[in-house]
């Protein structure tokens, strides 16, 4: 699958941790991120995950701009899940150490 992401608004200029954490992940891991804003890392994610022939999920956790990062993702629709909760809501959804990688890029103010 060709990448996309740059054609989604927002940040992203760490693809090399990305790429790395795909080729070291094994199968059937759980990838979360933390703060998606409109879904450009996400995206940069779901496509090397789906390149790399790996039974990966990531979960997508932001309360913010759900249907924008719905709209953006809306092909990789089957290998993401989107929360839009706080991330100390759903942190609590994840028992310990089920999941492979946690990228924090969001606000984690505990009163949000």
């Known amino acids: 699958m ?8 927002g940040w992203f200029d760490y693809s090399n941790i990305y790429l790395q954490m ?15 804003y409109y879904g450009r890392s996400a995206a940069f994610m779901l496509v090397e995950i789906i390149n ?12 913010m ?21 706080p991330s100390v809501e759903a942190a609590v959804e994840y028992e310990d150490s089920s999941v492979y990688f946690v990228w924090l890029d969001g606000n984690h103010d505990m009163k949000q």
Not at 76 to 85: I, Q, R
Request: hydrophobic share 25%; charged share 25%.
């Open 2 to 9: 060709e990448h996309f992401y740059e054609s989604i608004e």
């Open 22 to 36: 795909v080729e070291s992940a094994p199968n059937g891991s759980t990838f979360v991120e933390v703060g998606s």
């Open 52 to 63: 790399s022939g790996k039974d990966i999920h990531l979960d997508c956790i932001d309360p």
């Open 65 to 85: 701009y759900q249907e924008t990062v719905h709209t953006n993702l809306s092909k990789l629709a089957e290998h993401y899940t989107h929360k839009g909760v």
